[in-house]
């Protein structure tokens, strides 16, 4: 079942052999996530233009200030679990910065660099070699962040992303491959991160662009996906481009070095 959001505020559910669409929400849909563990229910929340809604099967709730929420734009979600292992989900936001949904209330989260202007569009958790969970941050303008999530406390960290072929002013969409690999949509092409041997906070970079199949340099926000076989779709701005990892081969072949002064 594959959920589709529409700028004119549609949502709409796709399945093997029907289409069924959802009361209109106000605004344009950002994001979409169900959720099976939030308070024990199934529930599709929408992240909107004009806030944060849940769908519980008969009719679209509000999440307001009444539970803690702002109406401000959503721009991405995620589904977690809390460190005692209580269901939570993490909201994205353009305002307010990171919010965290814990049995029936929202909760402001330290912001990446104590920004206040921070423009968040995506999170990913990862876990590295060691155990430690880790809750990545991309946003627009700022750069990349990370947190492990060991302690009451969100403790920000930039990952650089300073050494690729062209500037990243914007950072997108995260995706995750089998082999614990980042993947990042962004202005400048989609970004790859493997963890380096040995060094646990070291990634090597992997850009890919035009040159590599994308029909163009500049991707889309919010438009990345991951099928149920691993394939990473990505949108942008002349099309979409699919990539499966398990297909990737070394290229043996030198490269010419190109020396600027």
Known sequence: VLWVGRFSGGVVQLGEARKTS???????VYTLLQTSRIEGKRLLWAGTRKGLFRWDGHQWTAQDP????????????????????CPILYAATRGPGLLKYREGRWTALPRPGGRDSAMLNALLETRD?????????????????????????????????????????????FQKDASGRVYIS??????????TAGARLAFERTTFTKQDGLPSTEC??????????????????????????????PDPEAKPLYLES
């Open 22 to 28: 959802l009361p209109a929400l106000p605004d344009r």
């Open 220 to 249: 889309r926000q919010n438009g990345s996906f991951q099928d149920e076989q691993g394939r990473l779709w990505v949108s942008t701005v002349r099309g979409i481009a699919l990539f499966d990892p398990r297909e990737e081969r």
């Open 186 to 195: 962004s202005n400048a092409g989609v970004i790859r991160l493997t963890s």
């Open 66 to 85: 009444t539970v803690g929420f702002p109406q401000v734009p959503v721009t991405h979600l995620l589904e977690a679990e809390d460190l005692d292992g």
């Open 129 to 173: 070699s060691e155990g430690t969970r880790w809750l990545w941050l991309n946003t627009f303008g700022l750069g990349l962040f990370r947190a492990p999530l060991r302690g009451p406390e969100l403790r920000w960290g930039a990952v650089p992303l300073a050494d690729g072929p062209a500037p990243v002013n914007a950072l997108y969409t």
